[in-house]
């Protein structure tokens, strides 16, 4: 089974970059970093708004979990925005990819 995790980061670098860790450890097959988005949000009682960029990393489903609290450990922000889920479907050749992690 196949997974996801979507987390914003602070700039492209630092998705590059602990995108590449993640890889290189096994835990993802893959990062999609995309260009940068709006964000406006509530945080300890204020609301506030910046630029952030999206980061989408494809996993196992085996593995979504240790992917997960290692780019909880590697990321900068104090408290990470980090949304993972098991894919209910894929297709045959994402599915073999993703098994072979």
Not at 20 to 41: Q, S, W
Request: charge should be negative; include cysteine.
């Amino acid at each position: 089974m196949t997974a996801l995790i979507y987390c914003p980061f602070p700039d492209a670098a630092c998705a590059e970059r602990i995108g590449r860790v993640l890889v290189e450890e096994g835990l993802i097959a893959c990062i999609n970093i995309g260009g940068p988005i709006r964000a406006i949000f509530s945080w300890d009682g204020a609301i506030g708004e910046g630029e952030e960029i999206p980061g989408l990393l494809k996993t196992s489903a085996a593995k979504l979990d240790h992917a997960v609290a290692r780019l909880e450990q590697l990321h900068p922000y104090d408290s990470p925005a980090i949304l993972g889920w098991r894919c209910e479907a894929a297709g045959a050749a994402t599915r073999e990819w993703l098994g072979a992690l």
